[in-house]
């Protein structure tokens, strides 16, 4: 077995002149080097030749249905064929704990791979050459049969109970990203819910603001001239006895189960220099507050 020095450091106690401290000191270690894995190295040698000789069907293919789509923008519509089974080709790799997904996406991939070479067949047909349609046809097909080929070299079968085990812990975890998900919405939900009712009770606090000084500004209207000789002593006390506002007449009225109407009708008769819209609006509000609208 080889081995290597590797450099080290570990916290020591290090004391000058009666003082100590920690400090990095650095010390030595042998340790074992691992045999070279030559099955890995092999695999990742195996990806990088198939990795280029997909990219080369990816050129051929796009050249020769591009010059079959007349050039130009063909060249567009002919990458999306040899993109597409390269796309299954991933989804196929990424679902290989799932055998249902995985087929799919394989079926999907010789269809796939069936129309590239039949384009490129047909391109080579036109141009008058035989050997032209079937070796570039054959790029592409040789190009998916030797990933199919990695991908069976790389696949770890599964028991049937190790595989519904995998299947479990799959739909364990696809639970609770759809609870996350479902959380996340509610709670989305809830914050635009709350600001919406923030937004309304402002609203009604400056309605009530708005409300209440229109009432003082009607009241002090009303009140008589303490200073003139027609006042009575009745209207003196009547004065410094404080006058229920609309919102608490309206409040109690609707408490109390009376109609809207009935409830305004009540406040004018109270107040009878109180503005009859006014009063109703107050009315209504109050209404739906008590009622729980608001």
């Known amino acids: 077995m080889k081995f290597r020095t590797e450099i080290r450091r570990r916290l020591v106690?290090?004391?000058?002149?009666?003082?100590?401290?920690t400090v990095n000191k650095p010390y030595t270690?042998?340790?074992?080097?691992l045999p070279?894995?030559?099955?890995a190295r092999a695999i990742k040698a195996a990806s990088t030749l198939v990795l280029a000789l997909t990219a080369i069907?990816?050129?051929?293919?796009?050249?020769?249905?591009?010059?079959?789509?007349?050039?130009?923008?063909?060249?567009?519509?002919?990458?999306?064929?040899?993109?597409?089974?390269?796309?299954?080709?991933?989804?196929?790799?990424?679902?290989?704990?799932?055998?249902?997904?995985?087929?799919?996406?394989r079926n999907m991939g010789f269809v796939l791979v069936g129309v590239t070479a039949g384009?490129?067949?047909w391109h080579g047909l036109l141009v008058g050459s035989v050997a032209m349609a079937v070796v570039g046809a054959a790029v592409s097909v040789i190009?998916?049969?030797?990933?199919?080929?990695?991908?069976k070299h790389v696949d770890k079968p599964l028991s049937d109970a190790d595989?519904?085990?995998?299947?479990?812990?799959?739909?364990?975890?696809?639970?609770?990203?759809?609870?996350?998900?479902?959380?996340?919405?509610?709670?989305?939900?809830?914050?635009?819910?709350?600001?919406?009712?923030?937004?309304?009770?402002?609203?009604?606090?400056?309605?009530?603001?708005?409300?209440?000084?229109?009432?003082?500004?009607?009241?002090?209207?009303?009140?008589?001239?303490?200073?003139s000789p027609l006042a009575s002593p009745n209207k003196v006390r009547e004065q410094i006895e404080p006058v229920?506002?609309?919102?608490?007449?309206?409040?109690?009225?609707?408490?109390?189960?009376?109609?809207?109407?009935?409830?305004?009708?009540e406040i004018l008769r109270l107040l009878p220099t109180a503005n009859a819209e006014s009063v109703q609006a107050t009315v209504r509000r109050e209404a739906r507050r008590v009622n729980g609208y608001l």
Do not use: C
């Open 244 to 265: 229920p506002s609309i919102t608490e007449l309206a409040r109690q009225q609707v408490a109390a189960g009376a109609s809207n109407k009935d409830a305004a009708a």
């Open 29 to 33: 270690k042998r340790v074992p080097v």
């Open 143 to 151: 190009a998916k049969a030797l990933w199919m080929a990695i991908f």
């Open 163 to 227: 595989r519904q085990w995998v299947d479990a812990e799959i739909s364990k975890a696809n639970a609770k990203l759809a609870v996350a998900g479902v959380r996340r919405r509610v709670a989305v939900a809830e914050v635009q819910a709350r600001a919406e009712i923030l937004a309304a009770e402002q609203i009604l606090n400056q309605l009530d603001d708005e409300a209440n000084t229109a009432e003082q500004i009607e009241i002090g209207s009303t009140e008589p001239n303490s200073t």
């Open 119 to 121: 384009a490129i067949f």
């Open 36 to 39: 070279a894995d030559w099955d």
């Open 57 to 105: 069907a990816v050129v051929w293919s796009t050249v020769s249905i591009g010059a079959l789509l007349h050039g130009g923008p063909g060249y567009a519509a002919a990458a999306v064929f040899d993109v597409a089974w390269v796309t299954v080709l991933l989804l196929e790799w990424m679902a290989r704990f799932d055998p249902d997904k995985r087929e799919f996406a």
């Open 13 to 21: 106690e290090h004391t000058v002149d009666g003082i100590t401290h």
